[in-house]
């Protein structure tokens, strides 16, 4: 799975290739915080 951040929402892909997105979560409203500032890991949380 790949995840693309926009600014009003996530997009998500089968392969990073892909080139139209499977779905797409709505972030309008939403605080995204990142708990590891470890880059490696590269987690957030909704």
């Given at each position: 799975m790949w995840v693309v951040l926009l600014e009003d929402?996530?997009?998500?892909?089968?392969?990073k290739s892909d080139n139209s997105p499977k779905g797409m979560?709505?972030?309008?409203?939403?605080?995204?915080?990142?708990?590891?500032?470890?880059?490696?890991?590269r987690m957030f949380v909704l």
């Open positions: 929402g996530i997009e998500f892909y089968k392969k979560i709505p972030l309008k409203g939403s605080t995204l915080t990142s708990p590891c500032q470890d880059f490696g890991k």
